[in-house]
Nanobody
Framework: VQFVESGGDWVQPGGSQRLSCQGSGFVFSTSDMAWARQIPGRGLEWVAG???????YYSESVKGRFTISRDNAKNTLYLQMTGLKPEDTAVYYC??????????????????WGRGTQVNVSL
């Protein structure tokens, strides 16, 4: 299993950015996928999940600002980020998600991980 992540860059507060993650070595179309981020000095935070059946889930910190999507024909997962804030500065990782949804609540569990792409939000 391999992932190639791209799109991380420096952006000003309020700006937008799109991350991409192309997977290989597994059946992407039937895999649940997710984005997580590592903020400096803090633990890993799950940001958004995209189930193979089309359901999507978001953390409260990004809901309404970030959109997760996928293109199964291209084996690619996306994260469209808008209204970026300095606190969104982090290394963003894509991963397969072996978690579950219980009573409508998303409980992610990472399987295979990409190497990450750095997003910096500052003036």
């Amino acid at each position: 299993v391999q992932f190639v992540e791209s799109g991380g860059d420096w952006v000003q507060p309020g700006g937008s950015q799109r991350l991409s993650c192309q997977g290989s070595g597994f059946v992407f179309s039937t895999s649940d996928m997710a984005w997580a981020r590592q903020i400096p000095g803090r633990g890993l935070e799950w940001v958004a999940g995209h189930k193979s059946d089309g359901r999507t889930y978001y953390s409260e910190s990004v809901k309404g600002r970030f959109t997760i999507s996928r293109d199964n024909a291209k084996n690619t997962l996306y994260l469209q980020m808008t209204g970026l804030k300095p606190e969104d500065t982090a290394v963003y990782y894509c991963a397969t998600d072996f978690g579950y949804v219980g009573r409508g609540v998303w409980h992610p569990c990472g399987g295979s991980w990409g190497r990450g792409t750095q997003v910096n939000v500052s003036l």
